[in-house]
């Protein structure tokens, strides 16, 4: 359940005057994701979201979400189209939050993956990194090694000595052995099941660009093998990588110098999302409204890719 702030009717109002989208016929919050405040909104003219930013989006970083969205939608991607009111603004408040509407994706996030979904999404991936090529904004991954410190020193107490261990030990070798060199841009940083929609076979749509940054391409490659190519059980399945490497590579090539780094780059990946998951465990009561994600997922991947030493070892 993922409704934060409540918004009243004359404010709405006041709010859709500032857009040429219609009236409203109806306004409804909608329970997935855990980050924003997100309504489906109808109007006479058709349908929207409208998301209010919650406390985990820092404002500073809006400019670069929405610029990047409307970006990529001009040039292709099919993401959420932040949509301008008549002065030109994206970006406006709604019931004290910054608030945007964007255009409505029609499709399904898969809740089951299977190696269908993979191709599709490898292609996707390298369509946006080649099209996010010339966009002039910058925002540095603000959860890449440097943020993952913090992270661990904050869950500290809360963890086994055994597991203390392990994460500081992962955190020292990253902070010694991160790559550098290879092909940067803009990357998704999320691309999870959740944020893919389908339609049938097809896939129809990319969202929740909210951790989007310039960081290695490759790493958003491993971020999504992660995401895509692991079983219930925590086995890796190489057939669904295989496929979501050869949808990538159909669009962009990787070098040989990134192919190698995929196993580092995945560790580090299952790591970050270890340690925000692990951050939010801790720090989120059992009882609240956003159901907590299980770090142990990402453990388990972490030490899948550390046992690893090449790309062969994944069947590749
Ligand atoms: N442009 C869109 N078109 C259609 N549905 C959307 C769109 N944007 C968001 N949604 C719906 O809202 C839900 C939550 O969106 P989103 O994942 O962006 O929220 P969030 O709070 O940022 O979540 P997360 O926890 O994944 O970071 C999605 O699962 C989807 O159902
Ligand atoms: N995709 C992240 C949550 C942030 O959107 C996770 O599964 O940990």
Known sequence: ????????????????????????????????????????????????????????????????FLGLMDHLAARGITCPQPIHGRDGNALRTLAGKPAAITSFLHGMWPRRTTVAHCAPVGE????????????????????????????????????????????????EFFE?????????????ADLFNDNVFFLQDRLSGLIDFYFACNDLLAYD?????????????????????????????????LSDEEKQALPLLARGSALRFALTRLYDWVHTPPDA???????????????FHRAVSSLSDYGL
Not at 17 to 28: L, V
Not at 289 to 303: C, F
């Open 1 to 64: 359940m993922a409704v934060y702030t409540e918004v009243g009717d004359t404010e709405l109002e006041a709010f859709l005057a500032e857009y040429d989208i219609g009236q409203a016929d109806s306004f409804k919050g909608i329970a997935e994701g855990v980050e924003n405040t997100n309504f489906l909104l109808t109007t006479t003219k058709g349908q929207y979201i409208v998301t209010l930013y919650e406390k985990r989006v820092d404002p500073r970083d809006l400019p670069f």
């Open 124 to 171: 996707a991936l390298a369509g946006l990194h080649l099209a996010g090529q010339d966009f002039p904004l910058r925002r540095p991954n603000a959860l890449s090694v440097a943020g993952w410190r913090p992270l661990w020193e904050g869950s500290r107490r809360h963890i086994d000595a055994a597991l203390d261990r392990e994460l500081g030990a992962e955190i």
């Open 176 to 188: 010694a052995n991160w790559p550098s060199g290879l092909p940067a841009g803009v990357i998704h």
């Open 221 to 253: 490659v491993a971020i999504c093998l992660n995401a895509w190519c692991f079983e219930a059980d925590s086995s890796f399945n190489a057939t669904k990588a295989r496929a979501l490497l050869q949808g990538y590579e159909r669009v962009r090539r």
């Open 289 to 303: 409204l956003v159901k907590r994600k299980d770090p142990q997922e990402y453990l388990a991947r972490l030490r």
